[in-house]
């Protein structure tokens, strides 16, 4: 490192940073491609398919179907961005980057592990809430600029059902907040760290572990709430104007929100990168210590499970209707979280027994 600080003199705080940057983004973004395919793989096979199975790397046959991604890629890149009559240009290039700047610069302050950190600020969890709440941007004015009643409509949606459900997801999340006594996303994995046998808040918290996670689904606009898009009734909702690089940019910011979501749900309910039970006679074991041994093994794990159940979801429900969407937002997420939240509070101002208060929850 002296070599390179002495190569890049001054400017060496800003390449280091760009160079960890880069370490997280790229990765995403390969996550991403693969994502899409592991998505169609999924849903194929349950619904007994085969999905993607012919583009293959350098022709190999054993790839066929692992660079569909990649082929998908090239497409989208190449196909010309059409600006409609009448829209607004500025506004109709400036909104897919609107919608992916949030979901990349959230991971700033994502731990990885108690080392791996890019930004580890005492308000991170504050900095997350900030940022996975302006994505919304991205759509209204994509939906406004595009100068389509399709879009405009899907626009609206979208930001309704967000609005509808931040407020649950915040709800639950101040749950954790209150059990792990710190908004930084570090400490409240070492927090859990603390809590008995098992290394997680999913045991108390279960009821906000279920609101979170179907409330992200629905902040992604993903199936089975996904009337943003509603192909079925408004063709493509708001990007129907889009094609692309532009679309592209669109995919790829819903898909780094699903991965996003995924690990903060892993970061704040289950644990991070922290095994699942916490055994003293297993660590002393020499090949399972090391895999009950706490590390990025563990996070991306949960990341795939909860990646994982994104898909299920895709292909068990059928897409709720506009009415259901916000009847589930308002009328039963928002008491269950507040009810929880005072449950919570109740049990930690219990001077006897200690968090988790596992004895008197079940």
């Given at each position: 490192?002296t ?5 890049f003199g001054?400017a060496?705080?800003?390449?280091w ?5 880069l ?17 169609r793989?999924v849903i194929?096979y349950m619904q007994l398919?085969?999905?993607p ?6 022709g190999?046959?054993?790839t066929?179907g ?17 600006v409609?009559?009448?829209?607004n240009r ?5 909104a897919p980057?609107?919608?992916?700047m949030?979901?990349l610069?959230a ?6 592990s108690?080392?791996?950190v ?8 504050l ?14 004015v994509?939906?406004?600029a595009s ?15 967000i ?6 997801m915040?709800f639950a999340l101040?749950?954790v907040?209150m059990v ?10 070492a ?5 008995g046998?098992?290394?997680w808040?999913?045991i108390p918290?279960?009821p906000?572990?279920?609101v979170y996670?179907?409330a992200?689904v629905?902040?992604?606009n993903r199936?089975?709430f ?7 009734e408004?063709?493509?909702?708001f ?11 669109f995919?790829?910011a819903?898909?780094?929100n ?16 922290l095994p ?12 399972i ?9 563990w ?7 909860m ?5 299920w979801l ?7 209707r506009y009415?259901?969407?916000m ?16 449950l919570?509070?109740?049990a ?8 988790p208060?596992?004895?008197?929850w079940?």
């Amino acid at each position: 490192m002296t070599a390179l600080e002495n190569l890049f003199g001054a400017a060496w705080p800003v390449v280091w940073t760009l160079a960890k940057i880069l370490a997280i983004v790229i990765p995403i973004t390969l996550c991403v491609a693969f994502l899409t395919l592991a998505e169609r793989k999924v849903i194929g096979y349950m619904q007994l398919r085969i999905g993607p199975n012919r583009v293959s790397a350098f022709g190999l046959g054993w790839t066929a179907g692992l660079a569909q991604p990649f082929a998908d890629v090239f497409k989208l890149i190449f196909k010309e961005i059409v600006v409609p009559t009448g829209a607004n240009r500025v506004l109709f290039l400036a909104a897919p980057t609107l919608a992916i700047m949030p979901a990349l610069a959230a991971w700033a302050v994502l731990p990885f592990s108690p080392e791996l950190v890019l930004a580890d600020i005492d308000a991170s969890l504050l900095y997350v809430l900030a940022l996975t709440s302006m994505g919304v941007y991205g759509i209204i004015v994509a939906g406004w600029a595009s100068n389509s009643k399709y879009a405009f409509l899907g626009a609206m949606r979208s930001a309704a059902q967000i609005v509808s459900y931040e407020i649950a997801m915040g709800f639950a999340l101040v749950g954790v907040l209150m059990v792990s006594a710190s908004l930084n996303l570090s400490d409240i994995v070492a927090a859990q760290a603390g809590s008995g046998f098992w290394s997680w808040n999913l045991i108390p918290l279960l009821p906000l572990f279920l609101v979170y996670f179907i409330a992200g689904v629905a902040e992604t606009n993903r199936a089975p709430f996904d009337v943003a898009e509603g192909e079925s009734e408004i063709v493509a909702g708001f990007h129907v104007e889009y094609s692309g690089t532009a679309f592209a940019v669109f995919f790829l910011a819903e898909y780094a929100n699903m991965i996003l979501i995924s690990a903060l749900a892993a970061i704040m309910f289950l644990g991070g990168w922290l095994p699942p039970v916490q055994v003293d006679a297993l660590a002393a074991i020499p090949v399972i210590g090391l895999l009950f041994a706490p590390g990025l093994h563990w996070l991306l794990a949960k990341i795939a499970f909860m990646l994982f159940c994104f898909l299920w979801l895709r292909a068990t429900f059928p897409r709720y209707r506009y009415d259901q969407i916000m009847r589930l937002g308002w009328k039963v997420f928002i008491p269950v979280t507040l009810v929880w939240i005072v449950l919570v509070g109740l049990a930690l101002q219990d001077p006897v027994r200690e968090w988790p208060p596992f004895s008197w929850w079940f």
